[in-house]
C-alpha cells in the first residue's frame, strides 16, 4: 500500500483562505468602504442643497415665470431662449443695465482684490519681524475677519450716515477735507463706501493666507540675499514674491470669486435697491427676481454669472498652470 504524502503546496490549496494569491477578507473591504459610507449623508445633503436648486433654477430660466405663476412655477409657460436673449439685448432696457452692473462688479471686483492683496501682503511682510505687542497685534487685524458680515456692514452704515456719521464728522468736521458732509450711500460716493467696506473686511483673509505662506521660506535665503547686499526691496522681489506665487494664485481666485458673487455687503449697505454707481450683479439679479417678480429673467441671469465665473475660473487655472510648467522646464 502506497502512501502519498502531501505536498506543502497541495495543503496550502486544500486549507480555506491559504490560496496562492492574498485573498480579501470581508473585514477590509468594509474598512475600505466606511469612509465613504460615512460621507454618503455629507454628499447627498450637498446635493439637496446646491445641486437640486442650480437645476432647478437653470430649468426656471427657460419659463416665463412671473408672479402669475408664483404657486406652481411648473405651469409657467416655456420661453425657450427668450429670457436669454433679454438679458444679452444690451440695446433694450433690461441688457443695458445688465451690462452696466457687470461692468460696475468687475470694476468693484478688480479693485478690492487688488487692495486686499497689496494691504494684506504688506501687512504679513511687516509682521514677519519681532517686535513687542506682535501677538496682540496680529489679533486686531484679524477682527473684520472674524465678526459676522451683518454686525461689521451695519457698523458702516451708521458711520457713513450724512448728519452724525463718523466718517463725516471726521473728514469734514475735524480735518475739513471736504466743503459739506458728503452723501455716502447714495450717488457716486456709494461705490467708494462699498469698496472700502469690501476692502476692510477682506484684506484679513490675505494677510492670514499670506503669513501662512511665508512661513514655509527659509530664512537662510534672507541671510544669504543680505549678506551679498541685497536690500529689502530686492529681497521682496526676487525671493519674497516667487516664494508666494503658488500661495498667491490660489488667494487671488478665492477672493474674486468672493467678491463677484457678493452679496451680503451691498444688501445690508444699501437695502433692496442699490445706487446705479454700486449696482453689482448679485443685488441687479435679486432686484430682478424679487422686486419686479420677473423669475425667469433673473434665473437667465444667474445662468449667465454660473457661465461666466466658470470661464474665468477654467481660464485662470489654465494660464496658471501653464505658468508653472513654463517655470518648472
Same mark, same amino acid.
Given at each position: ?15 480555506? @483562505? +491559504? *490560496? ?10 468594509? =474598512?475600505?468602504? !466606511?469612509?465613504? /459610507?460615512? $460621507? ?79 494691504? @494684506? +501682503? *504688506? ?10 505687542? =506682535?501677538?496682540? !497685534?496680529?489679533? /486686531?487685524? $484679524? ?81 544669504? *540675499? ?10 521682496? =522681489? ?92
Amino acid at each position: 500500500m502506497t502512501t502519498t504524502v502531501p505536498t506543502e503546496a497541495a495543503v496550502r490549496r486544500s486549507t480555506p @483562505g +491559504t *490560496a496562492d494569491g492574498p485573498r480579501r477578507r470581508p473585514g477590509r473591504i468594509r =474598512r475600505i468602504g !466606511l469612509p465613504y /459610507l460615512l $460621507l454618503l449623508p455629507a454628499l447627498l445633503l450637498e446635493l439637496l442643497v446646491h445641486l437640486v436648486p442650480m437645476v432647478i433654477g437653470i430649468v426656471m430660466s427657460f419659463k416665463e415665470l412671473t408672479q402669475f405663476y408664483i404657486r406652481d412655477w411648473t405651469t409657467a409657460p416655456w420661453n425657450g431662449l427668450g429670457n436669454y436673449r433679454m438679458s444679452v439685448d444690451f440695446n433694450a432696457p433690461v441688457g443695458a443695465a445688465l451690462l452696466h452692473s457687470f461692468l460696475v462688479t468687475v470694476a468693484f471686483t478688480l479693485l478690492s482684490v487688488g487692495l486686499c492683496w497689496l494691504v @494684506g +501682503t *504688506a501687512a504679513a511682510v511687516y509682521m514677519q519681524d519681532t517686535f513687542r505687542g =506682535r501677538g496682540l !497685534l496680529r489679533a /486686531l487685524f $484679524l477682527v473684520p475677519y472674524a465678526l459676522p458680515v451683518y454686525t461689521a456692514v451695519i457698523t458702516w452704515v451708521f458711520m457713513f450716515q450724512h448728519d452724525n456719521g463718523l466718517v463725516n464728522h471726521v473728514l469734514h468736521d475735524q480735518l475739513g477735507l471736504t466743503d459739506k458732509p458728503s452723501f455716502w450711500l447714495i450717488g457716486d460716493n456709494s461705490f467708494l463706501a462699498l469698496l472700502t467696506v469690501s476692502v476692510w473686511k477682506g484684506w484679513p483673509f490675505a494677510f492670514l493666507i499670506v503669513m501662512a505662506g511665508l512661513q514655509n521660506i527659509p530664512k537662510e535665503l534672507y541671510e544669504a *540675499a543680505a549678506l551679498d547686499g541685497a536690500g529689502l526691496w530686492q529681497q521682496l =522681489r526676487r525671493i519674497t514674491l516667487p516664494s508666494l506665487r503658488p500661495v498667491n494664485q490660489v488667494l487671488v481666485l478665492v477672493l474674486f470669486l468672493w467678491t463677484f458673487n457678493d452679496f451680503n455687503t451691498p444688501y445690508v449697505l444699501f437695502g433692496k435697491t442699490a445706487p446705479a454707481a454700486a449696482d453689482l450683479v448679485s443685488v441687479h439679479i435679486y432686484q430682478a427676481s424679487f422686486v419686479t417678480w420677473n423669475f425667469g429673467t433673473g434665473s437667465a441671469m444667474s445662468v449667465l454669472l454660473l457661465l461666466f465665473l466658470l470661464l474665468v475660473t477654467g481660464g485662470y487655472l489654465w494660464l496658471t498652470s501653464r505658468g508653472r510648467r513654463t517655470a518648472d522646464v
